[in-house]
T-cell receptor, first 116, second 114 residues
């Protein structure tokens, strides 16, 4: 149980375009979802926390107008990278928490974004 | 704000060797502690967690960790590693108050040689 999927698993886009990444909880309702960014050989850095039906809370230094997060339902959150630039190239990972278990997060497999 | 330090960045062991990966955190209050593993090409998986109670916790695949509050440590151990344990290991913490989000350490890459 507690499976999280991400789509796409990898994407290549041109500089200046926008890319949407989907995060779905397949067998549970995720009241809270988190978006992380992982640079090569580095740890995960939290970008934002989203609760279903409300605006996401962004970490300091993360541009909310560039990284648009929508948590429209209890099973789907999306991250849109707007006007992508090469420095946005990274591995983006989402996670979800089960209601009543806010401390345990279940992670998706990640999305590799390459901006050319 | 809390932070997590993993001092071993890259560890190379032979099969059957014992493993101990260090993890120290900085936070003055109550914390919840986790170890995650990321096998090559796979997503993060929870190895074990500590919330309260017995400071020695056992996880999956023969891993265990000991919470030593006085040392702000939560080291991961395994008495005998296998080649299949080759992976990246992340220690993480959530403070019991304030922002309920995971703060990760920088990770330790474990390479087990057959």
């Amino acid at each position: 149980g507690a499976v999280v999927s991400q789509h796409p698993s990898w994407v290549i886009c041109k500089s200046g375009t926008s890319v949407k990444i989907e995060c779905r909880s397949l067998d549970f309702q995720a009241t809270t979802m988190f978006w992380y960014r992982q640079f090569p050989k580095q740890s995960l850095m939290l970008m934002a926390t989203s609760n279903e039906g409300s605006k996401a809370t962004y970490e300091q230094g993360v541009e909310k107008d560039k990284f648009l997060i929508n948590h429209a339902s209890l099973t789907l959150s999306t991250l849109t990278v707007t006007s992508a630039h090469p420095e946005d190239s990274s591995f983006y990972i989402c996670s979800g928490t089960i209601p009543g278990s806010i401390y345990e997060q279940y992670f998706g497999p990640g999305t590799r974004l390459t901006v050319t | 704000a809390q932070s997590v330090s993993q001092h071993n960045h890259h560890v190379i062991l032979s099969e059957a060797a014992s493993l101990e990966l260090g993890c120290n955190y900085s936070y003055g209050g109550t914390v919840n502690l986790f170890w995650y593993v990321q096998y090559p090409g796979q997503h993060l998986q929870l190895l074990l967690k500590y919330f309260s109670g017995d400071p020695l916790v056992k996880g999956i695949k023969g891993f265990e960790a000991e919470f030593i509050k006085s040392k702000f440590s939560f080291n991961l151990r395994k008495p005998s590693v296998q080649w299949s344990d080759t992976a990246e290991y992340f220690c993480a913490v959530i403070a019991d108050t304030g922002r309920r989000a995971l703060t990760f350490g920088s990770g330790t890459r474990l390479q087990v040689q057959p």
